[in-house]
C-alpha cells in the first residue's frame, strides 16, 4: 500500500518523469493520430514508425551520442524520407499505396537493424542502451528527456490548435477545401510532419515498434464513443494519459515489467472494450438495436396480415388459427406464436379458443402497417416506374422503417396524383417514433 501511495502522490523524482513524460507522449500523439484515424493514414503512420530507425542509428553513428534531440532529427529525416518514397512510388507507377508502404516499412527497418546490428560491433561504449529504442524504455526517462518531450508535445498540441479548423476540414471534404483556396498540400505536408514528429517523441518511451500503435488506438477507441471531433481528440488523450498512467504503475509495482509494453495493452484493452461497450456504436449495441428491430418487424408483420384477413371478408375481429396465418405468411411456429403473446401483452390481438383476433386498438396499428406498404408501393411504381409486380418485396422491408414525417410526405405525394390508397387513403396519426427504428 505504501508503494502504491508513494506511486500515486510522485513521491520520487524518477516516479515523476516517467509519470509526467507518458503523460505528454499519450497525450499529443492521440491527438495526432486521431486526424491520421480520420484521413485514413494508418498504415503511413506504422509505416513511418517502422522507418524511424535507420534514422536513429544515422544519427548516433555521426554524433556518437544518444542525445534525444539529435536522434530525433534523426529519425525526423528517415520517417520523412520514407513518406516521401511512398507516395512516389504510388503516385508515379502502377503500384499501390499499401503495396508501397509494405515496401518501404520492411526496407527500411531491415536497413535500420543492420545498421543497430554495426553499431553494436563497433566496440562504442556509449551505444549500450540504444536496443531500448526498439522497444522503449520509459523508466530510463531523466530531467532532459521530459523537458525534450514537453517541448515536442506542446509543439504538436499548439499546431494542432492554430491549425483545427483547416486540419478538420481537410480530413473530412478535402475537395472543398481545396474548392475554397485552402493550401491543401501544404496542411497535408505539415499533418504529414506532425505525424512523424508524434512517432519520434515515444521511442525512447514506448519504442519504435509499438508507436503505431499508439498513435491510433487511442483515436480508435475515442471514435467509438463520440461523433464529435473535439470531444474525440480530449476523449484520446485523456485514454491515452490513462494507459500511461496505468502501465507506468504496474511497470513500477511489479519488477522486470516494460513501461512501453505495458501502456500498448492498457489502451488495447480500451479499444477492445470500447468497440463491445460503446452505447452507440459498440458491437453489443447494434446488436441489441438488430434484435428490436426483428422484434417490431414480426409484430407488425403479424398485424399487418391479421389485418388483411379481417379486410377480405370484413370481419377483422374474426378468430384466425395459427395453421391459417403460417399458410398465408411462413413462419417458424414457435416464432409466430412468442409474436402473438407479445401482441397479446401490449392489448393488440386477443385469443379465445387457440384462434387469434385483433383488438380494436390492433385494428388501428395493422391498418396503419397495411397503408405504410401501399403507400410505399405507390412510390416506386410511380414515382420510379418499377413494375408493380417487383415492387411488393421491397414494401415488405421498407414498411417497418418509414418514419411518420415519410409517411405524410408520401401520402402528400399521392394526394397531389390524385390517388387513393386502401381504406385509409387519410392521414396516418402521426405517433412520435412509431415507426422509427
Known amino acids: 500500500m505504501d508503494t502504491f501511495l508513494k506511486f500515486l502522490f510522485l513521491a520520487d523524482p524518477n516516479i515523476r518523469y516517467v509519470v509526467v513524460g507518458t503523460f505528454l507522449l499519450t497525450s499529443s500523439t492521440a491527438v495526432v493520430g486521431s486526424f491520421a484515424l480520420l484521413k485514413k493514414k494508418v498504415l503511413v503512420g506504422d509505416a513511418v514508425a517502422h522507418a524511424v530507425l535507420p534514422g536513429v542509428c544515422l544519427a548516433f553513428i555521426l554524433t556518437g551520442t544518444k542525445n534525444l534531440f539529435y536522434l530525433a532529427v534523426g529519425a525526423c529525416f528517415s520517417g520523412g524520407l520514407s513518406l516521401v518514397l511512398i507516395d512516389s512510388i504510388s503516385q508515379s507507377s502502377k503500384i499501390k499505396e499499401d503495396t508501397a508502404i509494405a515496401l518501404i516499412l520492411s526496407v527500411a527497418f531491415g536497413i535500420g537493424i543492420l545498421m543497430l546490428t554495426a553499431i553494436q560491433h563497433s566496440g562504442n561504449a556509449a551505444q549500450v542502451g540504444l536496443t531500448n529504442f526498439l522497444f522503449g524504455k520509459a523508466a530510463s526517462l531523466v530531467r532532459s528527456d521530459l523537458q525534450s518531450l514537453g517541448a515536442l508535445s506542446l509543439l504538436l498540441l499548439g499546431v494542432v490548435w492554430v491549425f483545427f479548423k483547416e486540419f478538420t476540414l481537410v480530413a473530412f471534404d478535402k475537395a472543398f477545401a481545396q474548392a475554397i483556396g485552402l493550401p491543401v498540400w501544404w496542411l497535408e505536408l505539415l499533418m504529414t510532419v506532425l505525424t512523424v514528429l508524434s512517432i519520434v517523441i515515444g521511442i525512447r518511451a514506448v519504442g519504435i515498434l509499438l508507436m503505431a500503435a499508439m498513435l491510433v488506438t487511442p483515436a480508435a477507441a475515442a471514435r467509438f464513443w463520440t461523433d464529435s471531433l473535439p470531444q474525440m481528440l480530449i476523449l484520446a488523450a485523456v485514454l491515452g494519459m490513462v494507459a500511461g498512467w496505468t502501465g507506468a504503475l504496474v511497470s513500477y509495482l511489479i519488477p522486470a515489467m516494460p513501461t512501453g509494453p505495458w501502456i500498448v495493452m492498457v489502451v488495447s484493452l480500451i479499444a477492445y472494450l470500447s468497440f463491445l461497450l460503446a452505447p452507440k456504436k459498440g458491437l453489443l449495441a447494434r446488436k441489441l438495436r438488430q434484435h428490436r428491430h426483428q422484434q417490431k418487424t414480426l409484430l407488425e408483420n403479424i398485424l399487418k396480415l391479421l389485418y388483411e384477413l379481417g379486410k377480405e371478408d370484413q370481419q377483422f375481429c374474426k378468430g384466425r388459427s395459427l395453421e391459417l396465418l403460417i399458410q398465408r405468411r411462413p413462419m417458424c411456429r414457435r416464432t409466430l406464436l412468442q409474436g402473438l403473446r407479445r401482441l397479446q401483452k401490449q392489448g393488440l390481438v386477443q385469443c379465445q379458443a387457440q384462434q387469434w383476433s385483433l ?27 418499377i413494375k408493380p409486380d417487383h415492387v411488393h418485396e421491397d414494401a415488405e422491408s421498407i414498411e417497418h422503417i418509414i418514419t411518420p414525417s415519410l409517411a405524410l410526405e408520401l401520402q402528400r405525394l399521392l394526394q397531389t396524383s390524385k390517388k387513393t390508397i386502401g381504406p385509409s387513403s387519410g392521414n396516418i396519426a402521426p405517433e412520435k417514433n412509431s415507426h422509427a427504428t
Request: no cysteine; glycine share 8%.
Open 359 to 385: 383488438t380494436a386498438i390492433g385494428e388501428k396499428k395493422g391498418q396503419e402497417v397495411s397503408t405504410l406498404h401501399e403507400l410505399w408501393e405507390f412510390y416506386l411504381a410511380e414515382y420510379l416506374r
